[in-house]
C-alpha cells in the first residue's frame, strides 16, 4: 500500500462551497506559481463550478496514479487568542465539509480535517468530523496562529488521545501561506502535545527550503528518537536542501521507523535538484513523468527509502472498513 498523507486542495467558495481564498493571497507569487503547478485551465476562477472543477482536476490525478490512498486536507481560519475568528488574517480556508463530502465519494480519498483548537465548539467539531470519517487533523501554526504549547491547547489534545486521532501539524519555516511568526511552527512546542498522549506527525521533519533560514530538523530528530509517538512526514522532499537530509536519515533505522510519505501536493518536486542522491538517468525520466503523484512516489523511492515508509500512514490514521484496504487505480468516482 501506497499511503499520501499530505495532499492540500483549495478552492474560492463557488457553489457554496465554504472554501475562500482572500484577495491578497490571489494576488501573491506564491498562489500564481501553485496555480501553474496545479494546471488549472484558464477561466476556472471565474467559472460558477470553480471548486468542483478543482477537485475534480486533483482527484482524477489521484485516481490515475499508484497512490492507493491520499489524505486531502482541509484547512480552518484563522482564530483570534479569546477563541473569536480573525478573518482579516485568514488567508485561505478549505473547507471540513467539502473535503469530507469528497472523501464519500471516492474510494482512494481520506479526509483530513482541520480544527483551530482555539475555537469554543473545537472539540464538539472533532467529534463531527470524526463522524464524517476524519482520519487526522492538521495544523499550520504559522498560518492559522497557533501556539501548540499553550495550556488552552489541552482539552483538545486529550480529545484526540480520546478518539485515537493523529495530529498532521507544519514544522519549519512556511512560505505559502505566512502570517505569523515562523517560531509557532518550532516541532519543541509540539511536546506538550506528546506528554498528553497525541500520536503527532510532523510534516517536513522540521526542516527549510533555503540555505539562510533555520533548521529545526535536529530538534525534531532528537524528539522522534526520544518520543514513541512522534513521527515525520518526508512531504516536499524532493528538492535539493531537503534530499541529502533524506539520505542522512535513512542511515538511521531507528529514524527510518519515525518517517512517513507524504507529497504536499501541488508542490513542486524538482528531480534534477536530486541529482546525486538520485542517478541522473533516473532523474531525467522522472522529470519527464507526467502524473505529479507517481513523480513523487518514484523521486523518493529512487533516493532509497523503503516500502514500509509509503505503508506506514496506514498503521497510524483512524482507518476503517473498506478505506482501509487496497484498490486499483481508477476504481473511485467523482460526484
Known sequence: MIYDLHVHIAGIGSGGSGNYLSPAFRRSLAFRFLVRQLGWPSGIMTASDA?????????????????????????????????????EHTLMVTDNDFVADLAEANQKILFGASIHP???????????????????????PGAQNIQPDHPRCV?????????????????????????????????????????????????????????HEKSYF??????????????????????????????????????????VFGSDYPTAMMPLSCVGPIRL????????????????????????????VFARAGELLRLSGSKAGSVTAGQGAFA
Open 118 to 140: 482555539y475555537r469554543p465548539d473545537a472539540v464538539a467539531e472533532l467529534e463531527r468530523l470524526i463522524g464524517r470519517g476524519a482520519c487526522l487533523v492538521k495544523w499550520l
Open 218 to 259: 535536529r530538534s525534531w530528530r532528537d524528539m522522534a528518537l526520544r518520543h514513541e509517538r512522534f513521527y515525520g512526514d518526508i512531504s516536499a522532499f524532493g528538492i535539493i536542501t531537503r534530499i541529502w537530509l533524506l539520505t542522512r536519515m535513512l542511515k538511521s533505522p531507528a529514524l527510518i521507523e519515525k518517517l
Open 281 to 308: 538517468r533516473r532523474a531525467l525520466e522522472l522529470r519527464k513523468m507526467a502524473n505529479p503523484f507517481d513523480r513523487g512516489v518514484e523521486i523518493i523511492k529512487a533516493a532509497g527509502v523503503p516500502d514500509a
Open 155 to 211: 482539552p483538545f489534545y486529550d480529545a484526540l488521545v480520546r478518539h485515537r486521532i493523529p495530529l498532521l501539524c507544519h514544522t519549519g519555516g512556511e512560505h505559502t501561506l505566512k502570517a505569523f511568526p515562523n517560531t509557532l511552527n518550532d516541532p519543541k512546542r509540539l511536546v506538550l502535545a506528546l506528554e498528553r498522549g497525541v500520536t503527532v506527525i510532523a510534516a517536513h521533519c522540521g526542516t527549510r527550503i533555503f540555505l
Open 51 to 87: 471548486d468542483q472543477q478543482i477537485a475534480r482536476l486533483i482527484i482524477e490525478r489521484i485516481e490515475t496514479s499508484r497512490v492507493d490512498r491520499a489524505v486531502l486536507l482541509a484547512f480552518d481560519a484563522v482564530y483570534r487568542d479569546d477563541g473569536t475568528r480573525d478573518d
